[in-house]
């Protein structure tokens, strides 16, 4: 089953508008992490946040913005005032002990793929 | 610059051949995790190793296997390749410590292999 769904496959912005890319996550443990991970198409996969399962604090770093909330399992991702070179595919990700054949690896989702146009 | 090398950057071969693909950790780290990107299965993990050992399987085929040496560099076996084995494969490392899962995983460029 899907751990972390990102139910937006594509989403095309003109430059300048905002723009929230949406992180569904499911598990059964309370201890857990949830990251946001950036493919520009280079192709290599670039850090963006990393949070824990007991702090819901929204987090802003510049013109991106990150607000959890437990209670609809999602973790969603906000760009202000887009820019061409946000152009990505973003992955969110959570890592979990559900599985314990797993560890802690990275469950992704399918990604979501953002053109922003001039 | 993630500090986590991998070689070759590509690599193309026929079907039921065998590569190996090489993963260098950022210094100071002992986990080492091997993903795979697919446009059927998007990015999944693959095998942990943490300081030598086996720590984790994911959706490994029996046809792959992995190693850590003393070194800690990794290497990826794929053996009897098929077409769909095509795929970018990445490596990732982080740091020991309290909580290992709390340390994000640092990726490499990643190898982009092509079966023919």
């Known amino acids: 089953a899907q751990k972390v769904t990102q139910a937006q496959t594509e989403i095309s912005v003109v430059e300048k508008e905002d723009v929230t890319l949406d992180c569904v996550y499911e598990?059964?443990?309370?201890?857990?992490?949830l990251f946001w991970y950036k493919q520009p198409p280079s192709g290599e996969l670039v850090f963006l946040i990393r949070?824990?399962?007991?702090?819901?604090q929204n987090e802003i770093s510049g013109r991106y913005s990150w607000n959890f909330q437990k209670s609809t399992s999602s973790f969603n991702f906000t760009i202000t005032a887009s820019q061409v070179v946000d152009s990505a595919v973003y992955f969110c990700?959570?890592?979990?002990?559900?599985?314990?054949?797993?560890?802690?690896?990275?469950?992704f989702g399918k990604g979501t793929s953002l053109l922003v146009t001039p | 610059d993630s500090g986590v090398t991998q070689t070759p950057k590509h690599l193309i071969t026929a079907t039921g051949q065998r590569v190996t693909l090489r993963c260098s950790p950022r210094?100071?780290?002992?986990?080492v995790y091997w993903y795979q990107q697919s446009l059927d299965q998007g990015l999944q993990f693959l095998i942990q190793?943490?300081?030598?050992?086996?720590?984790a399987k994911g959706n490994i085929l029996e046809r792959f296997s992995a190693q850590q040496f003393p070194d800690l560099h990794s290497e990826l076996n794929l053996s009897s390749l098929e077409l769909g084995d095509s795929a970018l494969y990445f490596c990732?490392?982080?740091?020991?410590?309290?909580?290992?899962?709390?340390?994000?995983?640092?990726f490499g460029p990643g190898t982009r292999l092509t079966v023919l």
């Open positions: 598990t059964r443990d309370t201890t857990y992490y």
């Open positions: 949070r824990n399962s007991f702090d819901e």
């Open positions: 990700a959570l890592s979990d002990l559900a599985d314990s054949n797993s560890g802690y690896a990275l469950n």
């Open positions: 190793y943490y300081n030598g050992e086996e720590r």
């Open positions: 210094s100071g780290d002992l986990s």
């Open positions: 990732a490392s982080s740091p020991p410590g309290v909580g290992e899962a709390y340390n994000e995983q640092f």
